[in-house]
Nanobody
Framework: QVQLVESGGGLVQAGGSLRLSCAAS????????MDWYRQAPGKQRELVAG???????NYADSVKGRFIISRGNADNTMYLQMNSLKPEDTAVYSC??????????WGQGTQVTVSS
C-alpha cells in the first residue's frame, strides 16, 4: 500500500523558516496531484499548496509569496519550503496524494508551531 511520511516540522519563531518533506513509498509521478494540507485546532483542514504531475502549482492566498512547493530529485519526495512564518501558520501539516480516479493517500502529519 502507498505510504506517505512527513518530516521537518518543529517549533520556530515568527519570521523563521522550515522545510517540510514528504517521502512516498513510490514515485511521486505515479500521482496526478500532490498537496500539503494543514489543520489547526478547532479549524477545518485546508489546502496549503499543491503540485500536479506536470509541475503546475497552486497556493492558498494566505501563503502565497511565502511558501514554495517542489519535488525532490529522488522522484519520491515532495517539499514545502515555508518562509516568513506567522503564528497563524501553526497547524498539523499533512502530505496528500491523489491518483485518478478516486484514489487518495494521506500521511500522518507533522506539527508546525510558530511562536510570537
Amino acid at each position: 500500500q502507498v505510504q506517505l511520511v512527513e518530516s521537518g516540522g518543529g517549533l520556530v519563531q515568527a519570521g523563521g523558516s522550515l522545510r517540510l518533506s514528504c517521502a512516498a513509498s513510490q514515485s511521486i509521478f505515479s500521482f496526478n496531484y500532490m498537496d500539503w494540507y494543514r489543520q489547526a485546532p478547532g479549524k477545518q483542514r485546508e489546502l496549503v499548496a499543491g503540485i500536479t504531475k506536470g509541475g503546475s502549482t497552486n497556493y492558498a492566498d494566505s501563503v502565497k509569496g511565502r511558501f514554495i512547493i517542489s519535488r525532490g530529485n529522488a522522484d519520491n519526495t515532495m517539499y514545502l519550503q515555508m518562509n516568513s512564518l506567522k503564528p497563524e501558520d501553526t497547524a498539523v501539516y499533512s502530505c496528500h496524494a491523489r491518483r485518478n480516479p478516486g484514489y487518495h493517500y494521506w500521511g500522518q502529519g507533522t506539527q508546525v508551531t510558530v511562536s510570537s
